[in-house]
């Protein structure tokens, strides 16, 4: 009885979806949990709960493992992918010690036995908020806006004065400006140009920049009707990718990026560049690689120019190359997915830099024309 005051005192700042393909089971859970949370929705098989998983962000899942078109295990995965802090409760009839080592692997807080025993169900949903707040006290996340910083963006609303927007689009960094239409101390109801909108919509957060102030913002759901984003889960950043100084992209699917060592060619999967660093993913990370390690690269990628035809007219054309630099290993970090990601400072020629400044400026401009065709 204890806990489920506990629960019905936590469980009003948090909101949870319910993943069930049986109507009767995923009905009774909705009705028995709506009475301690903030908001539940539901889903009828893993699709539905991914779907609406990426138009609103949940705190807490619980989901069920055998359901058509997408099983729970595969769900699970990318859920963790879109949000590695979810919290996330299995419940199902079925459980061998295979699928169990699997749902362990990803970290799930606990795996139920069908029928629910409701008081265990509290017991592990208490758990789940307990791992939240200790993800908030490790950072700098928290569910109210401080007092200073409500007090600021609230005159902001009343004086219709616009703040910055930040998000990023294939690693390029896009900022326009936003109003707040509405706010309290746990929400930020926001409006803002076309193509912000769709890439808060596409990230599910974006970074509010007002004066010095700057505030992650996580995207809690979109009001289609009036063409707004409310926002939740806020977080104060020390810096922003205004702060770069140089820009940042993800090369396109052509860019390739291989090291020779002992006589071997490893590839590697990029996630981003810049003039400066390049930072990539594998699954099989060799031995050879540690930190403030060297590793001999070999970037190749495509550079436009332009050229005279017959007809005297200029053609405009794209010739492959390749550079070579001796990197730092600056980090390497473990992701959750099991794969392995590598930072790498680069060690240009003059030559290879002024190429790779071009392919960058190219990238940039194909980045943008094809932002506008979505937005």
Do not use: W
């Not at 908001?39 to 359901?67: C, H, P, W």
């Not at 963790?80 to 459980?95: H, P, R």
């Not at 071997?264 to 930190?291: M, P, Q």
């Amino acid at each position: 009885m204890e806990n489920i005051i506990s629960l019905k005192k936590l469980g009003c700042d948090y909101n949870l979806l319910v993943v069930e393909d049986s109507k009767h089971v995923n009905t009774k859970l909705v009705e028995y949990l709506s009475k301690f949370f903030l908001e539940i929705d539901s889903a009828e098989d893993g699709q539905d709960g991914l779907t609406k998983f990426n138009n609103k962000r949940y705190d807490i899942v619980i989901t069920d493992i055998n359901m058509p078109k997408m099983d729970g295990t595969s769900f699970i995965q990318k859920l963790i992918e879109i949000d590695s802090n979810v919290q996330i409760i299995v419940a199902s009839a079925f459980g061998n010690d295979e699928n169990l080592r699997t749902l362990n692997k990803f970290g799930i807080v606990e795996f139920m036995q069908k029928p629910i025993d409701n008081l265990k169900l509290v017991d592990a949903l208490l758990v789940c908020i307990e791992n939240i707040q200790t993800i908030i006290n490790n950072s700098n996340i928290t569910y109210t806006l401080d007092d200073p910083v409500y007090e600021i963006l609230l005159e902001l609303k009343d004086t219709e004065k616009t703040v910055e927007l930040i998000n990023s689009y294939q690693g390029l960094t896009i900022i326009q400006e936003g109003y707040i239409k509405d706010i309290n101390s746990k929400t930020i109801t926001i409006e803002t140009t076309n193509t912000q909108y769709h890439l808060i919509k596409g990230e599910k957060r974006t970074i509010i920049v007002i004066d010095n102030i700057a505030i992650r913002a996580n995207l809690q759901y979109v009001d289609k009707e009036n063409r707004q984003l409310v926002l939740k889960k806020f977080e104060t950043l020390d810096r922003t990718p205004k702060d770069r100084k140089v820009s940042r992209v993800i090369p396109a699917k052509d860019f390739t990026l291989s090291r020779y060592y002992k006589c071997e060619t490893f590839s590697y999967d990029v996630l981003s560049l810049s003039i400066n660093s390049i930072s990539v993913k594998t699954s099989a990370l060799d031995k050879s690689f540690s930190d403030n390690s060297h590793a001999d690269l070999i970037l190749g990628f495509q550079v436009g120019y332009s050229k005279h035809n017959n007809t005297s007219h200029r053609e405009n054309l794209l010739k492959p190359v390749k550079i070579r630099s001796k990197s730092l290993i600056y980090k390497i970090d473990k992701l959750v997915d099991g794969s392995t990601k590598i930072v790498f400072v680069l060690d240009l020629t003059a030559e290879g830099k002024k190429l790779l400044e071009q392919y960058i400026i190219q990238r940039e401009i194909d980045i943008l024309n094809k932002l506008q065709e979505i937005a």
